[in-house]
């Protein structure tokens, strides 16, 4: 079946460094793929997405660029503020007609002043 | 546009009880699934409602029924409340469905606790 993975966290970082979070997936058929944010307390909002090979998404600063060729969709931003802090899911829908959504684990960030 | 509201926000429950948690969809989004998230287990799937009409499935116990209403508000409900069960669920409404084309908007949970 789908499955994503994502690096484990915490990832600590300063603020203003430069931020990846590793996303990878398995998927039967041509799947959408997503970056989904949780700040504390609250549900998640969408930050991404990327609907096809090649696509790049970005909102916020943050960027992710969907590669087939090796199954993966990391998170980049150039700079992270403190109010960046939150759990980050990558996700993944199916192409074809409906599907529900597979999520990773989650990936919590943390940016110190 | 309002978001999507889940009620009640918290709740407390001891074993064997049952719980009904609410969901209202964005105007004019059809489609509701529910989600559980706990530390282990992460977000998994509940089920999805699509025109008061169970489109999908996850893998839980038939403990764990839903229903949708004609306008497209949805509950859930949890019987026999075990331990285990403690998890925020959330609800996410779309305009057709969870697909590669239509993004799911997700509300702010309800935080289930059972003791």
């Known amino acids: 079946g789908d499955s994503v993975t994502q690096m484990e966290g915490p990832v600590t970082l300063s603020e203003e460094a430069f931020l990846t979070i590793n996303c990878t997936y398995t998927a039967t058929g041509y799947p959408s793929l997503f970056w989904y944010v949780q700040y504390p307390g609250e549900g998640l909002q969408l930050l991404l997405k990327?609907?096809?090979?090649?696509d790049k998404g970005s909102n916020k600063g943050f960027e992710a660029t969907y590669r087939k060729e090796t199954t993966s969709f990391h998170l980049e931003k150039g700079s992270v503020q403190v109010s960046d802090s939150a759990v980050y899911f990558c996700a993944l829908s199916e192409g074809s007609g409906y599907s529900t959504l597979t999520f990773g684990k989650g990936t919590m960030l943390l940016v110190s002043p | 546009k309002a978001g999507v509201t889940q009620t009640p926000r918290y709740l407390i429950k001891t074993r064997g009880q049952q719980v009904t948690l609410s969901c209202s969809p964005i105007?004019?989004?059809?489609?509701v699934s529910w989600y559980q998230q706990t530390p282990g287990q992460g977000l998994q799937f509940l089920f999805e409602?699509?025109?008061?009409?169970?489109?999908n499935k996850g893998n839980f116990p038939g403990r764990f029924s839903g229903r949708q209403f004609s306008n497209s508000r949805s509950e859930m409900n949890v019987s026999t409340l075990e331990l285990g069960d403690s998890a925020l669920y959330l609800c996410?409404?779309?305009?057709?469905?969870?697909?590669?084309?239509?993004?799911?908007?997700f509300g702010p949970g309800t935080r289930l606790t059972v003791l």
């Open positions: 996410a409404s779309s305009t057709d469905g969870p697909s590669s084309t239509d993004t799911q908007y």
């Open positions: 990327a609907t096809k090979a090649d």
């Open positions: 105007s004019g989004h059809r489609s």
């Open positions: 409602y699509f025109s008061e009409t169970q489109r």
